[in-house]
């Protein structure tokens, strides 16, 4: 069980004991055991095996009790008791953000309320406007969180979905009839939310295929759809899968490009019935157009836009924007930088959150110094370069949180909004063109604050901010976190368009958060992304360049 899985256990714990009126002070001290733990370097199973974490001060008795059957076990009967109490539906309202244990309480004990779709009905009927602590304005937020919440359940993110397709695909070569799987459709576009997952399978026979795939899956009836067979699968993780079934090669060719799509980029291509991906683009007198650019976009891009993009993982260099436990990170330093140098990153720039993100235990101007101190340790040993940055807070009248005498001390600064979402779109404008006008700003992080599936992104007029970042020598982030993917990539195209530097960044919080760069590598692909046009493919030499374009640092 990793970190973060132990962290997630013990923050149920806590409300689910807070929810059930459980002790303030045993509550509290849980909640507490987070931030001791996720600041904690070294591995928390062996501390668990060995004893020693009672040694660290803040955990006592009882938190060692219970990671002690949480990490031996893989379960703890006291999470387990509480969840057996808990209506199934309580663990969806606490997921509603802006409701803690404590208001989820207040609403099964006054209302009844034990659902989302019950506590829907009450803010419908305005049951909650007179509740302690809640309001007309809470009231409209929870319904907004509750739309978002079930839209989600019908759909996918991108490593989502991947999951799921792959497994069905690891089932479909089991079966004796089928001689070959691809997976089509809006996952082999790229697509950053998954409505429907559509797998192309050549078989020997449609009735030997329907005969040993029911052993697996509920298939329903068979249909000719677009004049190739299909077939909706039911399937528990998901129940919009699409099969494609097809008896010849030739078939499976010519379904491979129709049924990746889109609809209307093969329409503005011009494919017929019979074109296959080998034909559609000879016979157009084109380049191949990879499949994640095959979007209704794409004809409208100027030539120099068009070409397939030449980005890889393997040849990224620069792990920049990442979390250590100084602030709300699970590894420490020395742990992130081992797994950057094990997955080929040459260099890397720490980008703890700044003072302004109390909630994230941001850094103070002394942890900086200590962090500094931390990182010329760490430079006599390290087989990667090593920068200090910040993720510095955009404040509400745009400058940053700290003043330049800070600024001037480290290496590579990332401007982010973080707060004060609800101001109108020309304020945030000005706010963010502000802080990308800063010197000292490198990148401006998650430009427009979206969570796929979970917040929209704030109002911004999103090509004055690209002109400013353009204009003022800042990179642009394409945030890589899945519930991100932030620029997103028909914003990409307008900033490569103006000339705009990018940097691919996990916005790394764990270890294995750095693996999400290859979700950030795909997005930045689906918009042609060249490697001279992302900071993080720059070798290290042309990297302290860019750093050094606008304010000299003094980076060896």
Same mark, same amino acid.
């Given at each position: 069980?990793?970190?973060?899985?132990?962290?997630?256990?013990?923050?149920?714990?806590?409300?689910?004991?807070?929810?059930?009126?459980?002790?303030?002070?045993?509550?509290?001290?849980?909640?507490?055991?987070?931030?001791?733990?996720?600041?904690?370097?070294?591995?928390?199973?062996?501390?668990?095996?060995?004893?020693?974490?009672?040694?660290?001060?803040?955990?006592?008795?009882?938190?060692?009790?219970?990671?002690?059957?949480?990490?031996?076990?893989?379960?703890?009967?006291?999470?387990?008791?509480?969840?057996?109490?808990?209506?199934?539906?309580?663990?969806?309202?606490?997921?509603?953000?802006?409701?803690?244990?404590?208001?989820?309480?207040?609403?099964?004990?006054?209302?009844?309320?034990?659902?989302?779709?019950? /506590? !829907? $009905?009450?803010?419908? @009927?305005?049951?909650?406007?007179?509740?302690?602590? =809640?309001?007309? %304005?809470?009231?409209?937020? +929870?319904?907004?969180?509750?739309?978002?919440?079930?839209?989600?359940?019908?759909?996918?993110?991108?490593?989502?979905?991947?999951?799921?397709?792959?497994?069905?695909?690891?089932?479909?070569?089991?079966?004796?009839?089928?001689?070959?799987?691809?997976?089509?459709?809006?996952?082999?576009?790229?697509?950053?939310?998954?409505?429907?997952?559509?797998?192309?399978?050549?078989?020997?026979?449609?009735?030997?295929?329907?005969?040993?795939?029911?052993?697996?899956?509920?298939?329903?009836?068979?249909?000719?759809?677009?004049?190739?067979?299909?077939?909706?699968?039911?399937?528990?993780?998901?129940?919009?899968?699409?099969?494609?079934?097809?008896?010849?090669?030739?078939?499976?060719?010519?379904?491979?490009?129709?049924?990746?799509?889109?609809?209307?980029? /093969? !329409? $503005?291509?011009?494919? @017929?019935?019979?074109?296959?991906?080998?034909?559609? =683009?000879?016979? %157009?007198?084109?380049?191949? +157009?990879?499949?994640?650019?095959?979007?209704?976009?794409?004809?409208?891009?100027?030539?120099?836009?068009?070409?397939?993009?030449?980005?890889?993982?393997?040849?990224?260099?620069?792990?920049?924007?990442?979390?250590?436990?100084?602030?709300?990170?699970?590894?420490?330093?020395?742990?992130?930088?081992?797994?950057?140098?094990?997955?080929?990153?040459?260099?890397?720039?720490?980008?703890?959150?700044?003072?302004?993100?109390?909630?994230?235990?941001?850094?103070?101007?002394?942890?900086?110094?200590?962090?500094?101190?931390?990182?010329?340790?760490?430079?006599?040993?390290?087989?990667?370069?090593?920068?200090?940055?910040?993720?510095?807070?955009?404040?509400?009248?745009?400058?940053?949180?700290?003043?330049?005498?800070?600024?001037?001390?480290?290496?590579?600064?990332?401007?982010?909004?973080?707060?004060?979402?609800?101001?109108?779109?020309?304020?945030?404008?000005?706010?963010?063109?502000?802080?990308?006008?800063?010197?000292?700003?490198?990148?401006?992080?998650?430009?427009?604050?979206?969570?796929?599936?979970?917040?929209?992104?704030?109002?911004?007029?999103?090509?004055?901010?690209?002109?400013?970042?353009?204009?003022?020598?800042?990179?642009?982030?394409?945030?890589?976190?899945?519930?991100?993917?932030?620029?997103?990539?028909?914003?990409?195209?307008?900033?490569?368009?103006?000339?705009?530097?990018?940097?691919?960044?996990?916005?790394?919080?764990?270890?294995?958060?750095?693996?999400?760069?290859?979700?950030?590598?795909?997005?930045?692909?689906?918009?042609?992304?060249?490697?001279?046009?992302?900071?993080?493919?720059?070798?290290?030499?042309?990297?302290?360049?860019?750093?050094?374009?606008?304010?000299?640092?003094?980076?060896?």
């Amino acid at each position: 069980m990793d970190k973060k899985e132990i962290l997630r256990k013990i923050n149920l714990y806590a409300d689910l004991l807070e929810f059930h009126g459980g002790n303030p002070f045993k509550i509290r001290a849980f909640r507490n055991s987070v931030n001791l733990l996720r600041r904690l370097e070294g591995n928390i199973e062996e501390m668990v095996k060995t004893g020693s974490l009672l040694n660290i001060k803040g955990i006592g008795k009882g938190i060692a009790s219970f990671l002690n059957d949480l990490i031996l076990t893989g379960d703890s009967p006291e999470l387990s008791n509480l969840l057996d109490k808990t209506p199934t539906g309580i663990l969806d309202i606490l997921s509603v953000r802006g409701l803690g244990a404590k208001k989820v309480s207040l609403l099964f004990n006054e209302l009844g309320i034990d659902n989302l779709d019950s /506590l !829907e $009905k009450a803010c419908r @009927e305005n049951k909650l406007a007179g509740l302690k602590g =809640f309001g007309e %304005k809470t009231q409209n937020k +929870i319904l907004e969180e509750i739309k978002n919440i079930k839209a989600s359940k019908k759909l996918l993110l991108l490593p989502q979905a991947e999951n799921i397709a792959y497994e069905i695909v690891q089932i479909l070569n089991k079966i004796n009839s089928v001689k070959k799987v691809e997976i089509t459709g809006e996952l082999r576009r790229v697509r950053e939310i998954i409505g429907e997952i559509n797998i192309l399978i050549l078989t020997t026979s449609f009735e030997e295929f329907k005969k040993e795939a029911n052993d697996f899956f509920v298939l329903r009836e068979f249909k000719v759809k677009d004049y190739f067979t299909t077939t909706q699968v039911e399937y528990p993780a998901f129940d919009k899968v699409m099969f494609t079934v097809v008896n010849e090669e030739s078939d499976f060719k010519k379904a491979l490009l129709h049924t990746t799509g889109s609809a209307p980029f /093969l !329409e $503005k291509l011009g494919a @017929e019935k019979d074109d296959d991906e080998e034909s559609v =683009f000879k016979k %157009k007198g084109i380049s191949f +157009i990879p499949p994640e650019m095959r979007e209704e976009e794409y004809f409208n891009l100027p030539e120099k836009l068009r070409t397939p993009s030449n980005l890889d993982f393997e040849d990224i260099k620069g792990m920049l924007h990442f979390h250590t436990v100084f602030s709300d990170g699970i590894n420490s330093l020395a742990e992130m930088l081992e797994a950057a140098s094990s997955l080929g990153f040459t260099y890397a720039a720490v980008c703890d959150h700044s003072k302004s993100a109390y909630y994230a235990n941001g850094l103070t101007g002394k942890r900086i110094s200590e962090q500094k101190e931390l990182i010329e340790n760490l430079r006599k040993t390290s087989g990667i370069k090593i920068l200090q940055g910040i993720e510095s807070d955009i404040l509400k009248d745009g400058s940053l949180d700290y003043d330049d005498e800070v600024l001037k001390q480290l290496d590579f600064i990332v401007a982010s909004v973080h707060s004060n979402f609800g101001m109108t779109e020309e304020e945030m404008t000005n706010r963010i063109i502000r802080a990308v006008e800063n010197p000292f700003t490198d990148v401006l992080g998650h430009p427009t604050g979206r969570l796929l599936l979970r917040r929209e992104g704030y109002k911004v007029n999103i090509r004055k901010i690209i002109d400013a970042c353009a204009d003022n020598s800042v990179a642009i982030e394409i945030n890589a976190n899945p519930y991100r993917l932030d620029l997103d990539w028909r914003n990409i195209y307008y900033a490569r368009k103006k000339g705009c530097l990018l940097a691919i960044n996990a916005d790394a919080h764990s270890t294995g958060d750095i693996l999400y760069t290859h979700y950030g590598i795909k997005i930045a692909r689906k918009a042609g992304t060249q490697k001279s046009e992302v900071i993080n493919f720059f070798e290290y030499e042309k990297f302290v360049k860019f750093l050094n374009r606008k304010v000299t640092r003094n980076v060896d």
